[in-house]
Nanobody, 118 residues
Framework: QVQLVESGGGLVQAGGSLRLSCVAS????????MAWFRQVPGKEREFIAA????????YYADFAKGRFTISRDNAKNTVYLRMNSLKPEDTAVYSC???????????WGQGTQVTVSS
């Protein structure tokens, strides 16, 4: 069974940066596509970014382009989300997901809270 554990969330001031990490275990990380999503209570889950199995393909939501960067280290079974120029509206629970290809995710982490103060 695949397990995904996120970390790196916290409280940051507007304009600041955070790097989220998601460590995978129990699966075939180096062959899986990975993605980051976020969710605010009462709203639908929102796609942020995805990366294919070897890292040479990345995909971003429009709001994330230029501010967020997804990357992965297959030797560490870890996917990262670097977030710069954070805004209060980026406040959400951030979760990672894995699957056999980009857009098809079977496993989800519990999430890590990111709070951006104004």
């Amino acid at each position: 069974q695949v397990q995904l554990v996120e970390s790196g969330g916290g409280l940051v001031q507007a304009g600041g940066s955070l790097r989220l990490s998601c460590v995978a275990s129990g699966g075939t990380f180096s062959r899986d596509a990975m993605a980051w999503f976020r969710q605010v209570p009462g709203k639908e889950r929102e796609f942020i970014a995805a990366i294919n199995w070897n890292g040479d393909g990345t995909y971003y939501a429009d709001f994330a382009k230029g501010r967020f960067t997804i990357s992965r280290d297959n030797a560490k079974n870890t996917v990262y989300l670097r977030m710069n120029s954070l805004k209060p509206e980026d406040t959400a629970v951030y979760s990672c997901a894995s699957g056999r290809r980009v857009g098809l995710y079977a496993y989800w982490g519990q999430g890590t809270q990111v709070t951006v103060s104004s």
